[in-house]
């Protein structure tokens, strides 16, 4: 019998700026968004009850 676990996760920040002015009855609006670069990990784990999971065969 053999178990494989998997896990993976992503973290990113996304800022945003958002300005809005109103005169004389007209609004305006304008906006930024950015998107930074992620950070992801992964991690795997293999068991096996005789032993020798990594092994190929």
């Known amino acids: 019998m ?3 676990v998997s896990a993976s996760i992503k973290l990113f920040l ?4 958002k300005l ?3 005169a ?3 609004v305006i609006e304008t906006g ?3 998107k930074m670069p992620h ?3 992964k ?3 293999i ?3 005789g032993g020798g999971a990594c092994e190929k065969g």
Do not use: T
């Open 24 to 26: 004389l009855g007209q």
């Open 32 to 34: 930024i968004g950015l």
């Open 39 to 41: 950070v992801e990990a």
């Open 43 to 45: 991690a795997e784990a």
């Open 20 to 22: 809005q002015a109103e």
């Open 14 to 17: 996304e800022p945003a700026l």
């Open 47 to 49: 068991v096996s009850q």
């Open 2 to 4: 053999q178990a494989k």
